[in-house]
């Protein structure tokens, strides 16, 4: 704050004065400059992550078994960017942004969320859509936005560790509101994941960030539902038993695949560990040309985001093989674990169609086909991150099924409970140990 130069400019300006404009120059920079930036970052990353899909489609086409070359190529030049070029980009993003969030450090620490990260991630993840990764871009662009309001930690009033978590919790949000086109699914992620050990204040500086990046999302791509509307309906009087089934094995599956994550990232033997960590580009290369032949065993069904399998089934208007739900687990998980950027959100929901639709063809008689995949996908969605309510939120906005609310948050909250049996710690908050400073590990888990 240069105070002596703006004293010399405008001499009859006091210094309380001068401390009240410059505090507003920065908020309103914040607060302004920042829900814009977040909102047109996510809505060029959801463009280009369509035509980075269509691309990979038309490569499927005309060449079918291409992917058995470029796939392990690219997740070893994938994984070598982000290491070399761009540390702090690999994964999702959201342990980053809860490492953040909870260290205790108050110097400005430009090594999880950075301008440099934020560009990386968007790069990175559009290169793993490209080549046909199983990965999403929900997760991504979190820690995109909270790297773009990290960016004013340390300018005027952003000087101690409340205000940075506020910046941070702001642009994950934000990030999660205009990549979903879901307001209060924003909301409720950062009150339910990135602040479990914090206490969470909606203010009105947090809800401005949301509105505006929402507004730059829907003034782009227009006023829609990511998989459409759905007439999906389920008297949840009657349709208590659906509720537990769909619960109790789409919380089951979404635990297994936290675990099985958890363990291969950071529960490896020494020996394992150490080899699969000197030989990072071997691993992904091998990753790769498992999800390739995978890839093509499923007819590229488990390549991307799997929106268009997932939209197909939810509409009843296509079918899937009943091998897809466990094929895409596993071509997450390869995905999740290589190195490479990408998100697990989108790939979840369609792992959760899938389980669904395996789940209506056994018990035909359990519900309608449409209201079973909806249960199962906010089931899944619930037992990997542990945040029911943001999975029942997500699932209602993403598909225009507010009919279906209650019967949502109930397989959504058994989902969560069985999950914490297979998986007793939350999987962003364990993964996010590994970039948190020593003493911060010895956290109590929620």
């Not at 994938?78 to 342990?95: E, H, K, N, T, V």
């Not at 091998?286 to 069904?301: E, H, K, R, S």
């Not at 249960?375 to 943001?390: E, F, H, I, N």
């Amino acid at each position: 704050m240069q105070f002596p130069r703006l004293r010399m400019r405008y001499p009859v300006l006091s210094s309380s004065l001068i401390f009240r404009i410059v505090d507003i120059w920065h908020r309103g920079a914040a607060w302004i400059l920042g829900p814009l930036l977040v909102g047109t970052m996510a809505v060029g990353l959801a463009f280009g992550g369509e035509q980075a899909s269509k691309l990979n489609n038309w490569v499927l086409t005309a060449a079918p078994y291409s992917p058995l070359i470029f796939m392990p190529l690219g997740f070893a030049l994938l994984a070598y960017l982000s290491r070399r070029f761009f540390p702090g980009s690999q994964g999702s993003g959201i342990p980053q942004t809860v490492a953040a969030i909870n260290t205790l450090d108050t110097a400005k620490n430009n090594k999880l969320l950075s301008l440099r990260i934020a560009i990386g991630k968007i790069l990175l993840t559009l290169g793993g859509l490209t080549i046909g990764a199983s990965i999403g871009r929900e997760g991504p662009t979190v820690q995109i936005g909270a790297s773009i309001m990290h960016m004013f930690y340390g300018r005027g009033p952003f000087q101690n560790a409340e205000a940075r978590r506020t910046l941070i919790l702001a642009g994950g949000a934000a990030g999660i509101a205009a990549a979903f086109n879901t307001p209060l699914a924003g909301i409720m992620f950062a009150i339910e994941e990135l602040s479990k050990r914090h206490a969470f204040s909606a203010n009105s500086s947090t809800l401005i960030t949301v509105i505006v990046s929402g507004l730059i999302s829907l003034s782009l791509l227009g006023n829609y539902t990511y998989f459409g509307s759905t007439g999906a309906e389920l008297d949840w009087r009657s349709g208590v038993w659906a509720i537990l089934v769909c619960g109790i094995i789409g919380g089951g599956a979404g635990g297994l695949f936290s675990q099985l994550l958890i363990s291969v990232s950071s529960r490896l033997p020494p020996r394992l560990a150490n080899l699969l960590r000197n030989r990072a580009l071997l691993f992904a290369a091998v990753c790769g040309l498992i999800v390739a032949l995978i890839g093509i065993y499923t007819n590229g069904l488990v390549f991307g985001t799997g929106y268009q399998s997932t939209r197909l089934t939810l509409e009843d208007s296509g079918t899937l093989p009943w091998y897809f739900g466990i094929a895409k687990l596993i071509a997450t998980l390869l995905s999740s674990v290589c190195g490479i950027s990408g998100g697990i959100f989108a790939p979840s929901l369609a792992v959760g169609a899938g389980i669904g639709d395996n789940i209506a063809t056994l018990f035909p008689n359990l519900a309608t086909h449409g209201a079973i995949v909806l249960l199962v996908m906010a089931a899944y969605l619930s037992g990997v991150t542990r945040a029911p309510v943001t999975s029942f939120i997500i699932m209602m906005e993403m598909t225009d099924s507010h009919q279906m609310l209650v019967p949502l948050m109930s397989a959504s909250v058994i989902a969560s409970a069985i999950s914490k049996f297979i998986c007793p710690t939350p999987l962003y908050h364990k993964l996010a140990e590994r970039f948190l400073p020593l003493p911060a590990r010895f956290f109590k888990h929620e």
